[in-house]
């Protein structure tokens, strides 16, 4: 308490351009106190869930980055064939565990969950800052955003861009997918299963409804409207008498608070 006290008198003493630098760096470094941290071939990756009001103005102020179908498709690609590779349910189980609820800002009906992040990658000299919506459109999907200065050029046109292979190359980008599906992986396996909260997700899009009821997790697709409505009702009623036991704890959001959210956490936002 006394090093937090010491802080703030410190910081009352301090001019507006100072506090404002204080305040900056003290968000830079709670950002690294909760961010999943790594490293590959000499470029350096930081990542942090960001709520939905920052979300929301980073896709004001990016640029998109051209998916090239996702890397799913390609045959090479580590986690194509996996056999432990996560289905929709265990992946949204092992992201919530991780970072909290999904994001309010997707389409209802194309898309059953999202996850966005902020990503701050060192590649040699250069730094840069990237934002990441991972969501479920019936496959997993992770889609990359340019983090760019608010007088940017670019932000006037809809354009995708080819990765930047100076800052976030396409190879990185596939190291970065494979090694955060090998993270989920890995907590997916270690987590305590009884401890999770039921969930229940839809794609209306497909007729799709999975999730985690009754202790059972599940897949399922409907080749009615009327059958997948009906279902959608009854495993609503199951996971409302669930929720009513009490009986399974809710997830404990780990989403850092944006103390002044009109803004970005950052001071600049790219190049």
């Given at each position: 308490m006394e090093g937090v006290?010491?802080?703030?008198?410190?910081?009352g003493k301090l001019s507006n351009s100072e506090l404002a630098r204080f305040r900056s760096e003290f968000e830079k470094l709670e950002r690294r106190r909760n961010a999943l941290t790594f490293d590959h071939e000499g470029i350096f990756f930081q990542v942090n869930r960001i709520p939905d009001e920052t979300n929301y103005?980073?896709?004001h102020q990016s640029i998109a980055i051209k998916e090239e179908s996702l890397f799913w498709l390609y045959p090479h690609f580590p986690f194509r064939e996996d056999p432990e590779r996560l289905t929709q349910p265990e992946q949204f189980l092992a992201l919530r565990n991780l970072f909290g609820e999904s994001s309010r800002q997707l389409d209802d009906y194309k898309q059953a969950f999202s996850f966005p992040f902020r990503i701050e990658v060192r590649k040699g000299d250069t730094e840069s800052l990237y934002l990441l919506d991972l969501h479920c459109t019936g496959s997993i999907n992770y889609c990359f955003r340019k983090i760019v200065d608010k007088?940017?050029?670019?932000?006037?046109?809809?354009?995708?861009?080819?990765?930047?292979?100076?800052?976030?190359?396409?190879e990185d980008m596939r190291y970065f997918i494979a090694f955060f599906e090998g993270y989920?992986?890995?907590?997916?396996?270690?987590?305590?299963?009884?401890?999770?909260a039921p969930c229940l997700l839809r794609i209306e899009r497909y007729n799709n409804i999975f999730g985690f009821v009754g202790g059972l997790i599940f897949d399922e697709e409907y080749e009615s409207r009327e059958e997948f409505d009906t279902a959608w009702e009854n495993y609503q009623a199951q996971l409302r008498t669930e929720q009513a036991s009490g009986i399974l704890r809710t997830p404990n959001p780990r989403i850092p608070r944006n103390p002044n959210p009109t803004q970005?956490?950052?001071?600049?936002?790219?190049?």
């Open positions: 006290e010491e802080m703030l008198l410190a910081a103005l980073y896709l007088d940017d050029p670019r932000l006037k046109t809809r354009s995708y861009h080819d990765p930047y292979e100076e800052e976030f190359g396409r989920l992986q890995g907590n997916w396996r270690v987590c305590q299963r009884e401890s999770l970005p956490n950052d001071d600049s936002c790219g190049h």
